[in-house]
C-alpha cells in the first residue's frame, strides 16, 4: 500500500528526495514516517511529522540536511535528502500508522511498509 521512489546513487554532498506515495487506500489519519536501515544495522527512525501538522522530529545526525513533507490530500510524503554523507547510506522506508507521540521514533508501532528505496552514497 506504501510505495517509496526516488533512491540512487549519488557522491557525497550530493541530494535526493525520496517521495512515498498510497497506492490504495488513504493515511490521511494516519502518521507517516521515514526509517533507514543499513547494512547489519537495525533498522532507525529517521524523520516524522506530527498528525496534526506543526511539530517536525529528525533523527539529529539528518537534521539541518534533511526536510520532511507531507500532502494530506494527495497521500503523499517527501523526504528531502541534502548534503549527503557516505553514513546516509541505507534502504529508506516510509512506514503509516496510528502511533502515539511518545513511540513516534519506534518501528514497531507503525503498522503499515512500504517496501524501501536504496540510497547509495559514494565517498
Known amino acids: 500500500q506504501l510505495q517509496a521512489s526516488g533512491g540512487g546513487l549519488v557522491q557525497a554532498g550530493g541530494s535526493l528526495r525520496l517521495s512515498c506515495a498510497a497506492s490504495?487506500?488513504?493515511?490521511?489519519?494516519?502518521?507517516v514516517a521515514w526509517f533507514r536501515q543499513a547494512p547489519g544495522k537495525a533498522r532507525e527512525f529517521v524523520s516524522t511529522?506530527?498528525?496534526?501538522?506543526?511539530?517536525?522530529y529528525y533523527l539529529d545526525s539528518v537534521k539541518g540536511r534533511f526536510t520532511f513533507s507531507r500532502d494530506k490530500a494527495k497521500n503523499t510524503m517527501w523526504l528531502q535528502m541534502n548534503s549527503l554523507k557516505p553514513e546516509d547510506t541505507a534502504v529508506y522506508y516510509c512506514?503509516?500508522?496510528?502511533?502515539?507521540?511518545?513511540?513516534?521514533?519506534?518501528?514497531?508501532?507503525?503498522?503499515?511498509w512500504g517496501p524501501g528505496t536504496q540510497v547509495t552514497v559514494s565517498s
Open positions: 490504495s487506500g488513504t493515511f490521511s489519519s494516519h502518521t
Open positions: 511529522i506530527k498528525l496534526g501538522g506543526g511539530t517536525t
Open positions: 512506514a503509516a500508522g496510528r502511533v502515539i507521540l511518545s513511540t513516534l521514533r519506534n518501528v514497531e508501532a507503525y503498522e503499515y
